[in-house]
């Protein structure tokens, strides 16, 4: 899955931005404060201009310029994250509600769930190695289905799907989120996603579930 690495170019790339434009403002701006402290001193009154075109126009060239860079790295970056996905080799829905998730097994009689706020969290099974297709929607408000490990982040809306596929190489257990404030008990709407080997994948299957090792 792309989506850590991937994010983590990103982020490098729009801190490094940040920082230049905030040490340019401060630069222009203590510059500023240094002429307007400097002429009185040498006799010079402050300057009435009432434009400075050449000036604007370049402020105004070089914003353009930043913002056509973020928009086109972000959407680089999205195409990259989301690209023509492989056919899955199992897929998921993925259920929002107040407050916990559901997730359903498709084709299969299969599914697992939770009361998140006085309950064990439900865990997301997955195979390693294969590609896996999550369709998320929402029963009642948005949701958010937020896994931080992965840095990887989708809404979940009610009337409505939406959808990723991404292969998970590595098997191990992580925490997930909602990030989405959806009511009195979103603080508590977590889950787990655990990837497993393909054979374990299948006895998860063939137990219906059973062995899916949701706990706090």
């Not at 050449?54 to 973020?70: C, P, S």
């Not at 865990?123 to 896996?132: F, Y």
């Not at 999550?134 to 029963?139: E, F, G, K, V």
């Not at 977590?190 to 059973?210: I, K, M, N």
Request: glycine residues 8%.
């Amino acid at each position: 899955m792309p989506f850590r690495s991937t994010f983590s170019q990103v982020f490098s790339q729009f801190t490094t931005i940040a920082g230049v434009v905030f040490f340019v403002v401060v630069a222009v701006m203590v510059s500023a404060f240094a002429l307007s402290w400097r002429r009185p001193r040498r006799g010079r009154e402050p300057s009435k201009k009432a434009e400075a075109n050449r000036l604007e126009i370049g402020y105004v060239t070089a914003l353009a310029g930043i913002v056509a860079f973020l928009i086109v790295t972000s959407l680089a970056a999205s195409n990259q994250e989301l690209p023509h996905p492989p056919k899955p080799a199992v897929r998921v829905q993925v259920i929002g509600f107040q407050w916990c998730w559901r997730f359903h097994y498709e084709g299969l009689p299969v599914t697992v769930t939770g009361q998140c706020h006085d309950g064990p969290f439900p865990t997301l099974v997955l195979p390693a190695g294969q590609p896996v297709e999550l369709d998320l929607t929402s029963i009642d408000v948005i949701h958010a289905f937020w896994l931080p490990y992965l840095r990887f982040k989708m809404y979940a809306y009610p009337g409505h799907t939406n959808f990723f596929t991404t292969t998970l190489t590595q098997t191990g257990r992580w925490l997930g989120r909602c990030a989405q404030l959806c009511g009195l008990y979103h603080y508590q709407m977590d889950f787990y996603v655990q990837v497993v080997s393909p054979a374990a994948f299948r006895q998860f299957l063939r137990s219906g579930g059973s062995a899916a090792g949701a706990s706090r």
